[in-house]
């Protein structure tokens, strides 16, 4: 557990109603209690309603509902705060600025609160590159294979491969370390033939990954063909709308038009190219 405490936005900078900064680390809570003087630290995991204060000048800088979760049952396994404020950028700023202010705090760096929670033992590596996934995801299909993973769903898969493999090693060097004992006599070839059927699957998961991994970046089209062919017009009905211009003179796309399609949930982006 770091000895930092570290606060950031977490609901993403655009202008909204509502705006989300995290705390996580040893101080959150006082960090909690210097923005609410006078105020009784809420109950864990119940929002409460309370006036925010810039512990340096007294001032009010909002009226926001503020959560605490204690750790390790937080996301990042440290204790954590979090400050649903207005999401005013004057709101915000200030309430940042204050936090900036109190000792002890400093702001996160990108991915930090994922780092922690990894590190922390709250994920693994494929439910942390999950997260990732599911802030980026574009479609529904992408939204599913993300959440599938974020789920621990790789990481049974891992886990359980892991143990088989132990297995499997306790069995060779069994037949190593105790050749004068009595042991069965097939023992080398149980390892054997389990290390065959991991094999197997391991490489039939590869082969889905990289259907997984082409869902996540995308497939790439180029449309190819001689000018006036009506790739321009093709493309535009693909987009469902005039992304390129299309005309009867040969040569009038010059530059790669690209088209970032949803097709049943699969990113495509499509190139118009010149012919």
């Known amino acids: 557990m770091s000895d930092h405490t570290i606060f950031a936005l977490a609901s993403g900078g655009a202008r909204a109603g509502v705006a989300v900064v995290r705390l996580s680390g040893p101080g959150a809570g006082d960090a909690l209690a210097a923005l609410t003087p006078g105020r009784n630290v809420p109950a864990p995991r119940k929002a409460s309603l309370r006036d925010l204060h ?24 440290e204790d954590v705060v979090e400050l649903h404020l207005h999401g005013g950028p004057a709101v915000v700023e200030g309430v940042l600025a204050a936090l900036g202010r109190i000792p002890g705090l400093r702001p996160a760096e990108a991915g930090e609160f994922t780092r922690r929670a990894f590190l922390n033992g709250r994920l693994d590596l494929t439910q942390a590159e999950a997260i990732a996934d599911l802030v980026a995801a574009e479609t ?18 891992y886990e359980g491969w892991r143990t088989r493999l132990i297995a499997a090693i306790a069995h060779v060097e069994a037949g190593i370390d105790f050749a004068d004992e009595d042991l069965p006599e097939d023992i080398d070839r149980a390892a054997r033939d389990a290390l065959a059927v991991l094999a ?35 493309l535009n009905l693909l987009a469902g709308r005039d992304a390129a211009i299309v005309s009867e003179t040969a040569g009038t796309t010059r530059d790669v038009i690209e088209v970032h399609l949803d097709l049943g949930g699969v990113p495509v982006i499509v190139a118009d190219t010149a012919g």
């Open 54 to 77: 810039d512990p340096a000048s007294g001032e009010t800088l909002d009226q926001a509902l503020v959560v605490r979760f204690p750790g390790p049952g937080s996301f990042t396994g």
């Open 140 to 157: 529904s299909e992408q939204r599913r294979q993300a959440l599938d993973q974020a789920a621990g769903s790789l990481g049974q898969i």
């Open 200 to 234: 197997g699957e391991i490489a039939a998961h590869l082969d889905d990954g990289r259907r997984g991994e082409r869902l996540r970046a995308g497939v790439h089209l180029a449309l190819l063909g001689r000018p006036n062919a009506g790739k321009s017009t093709l």
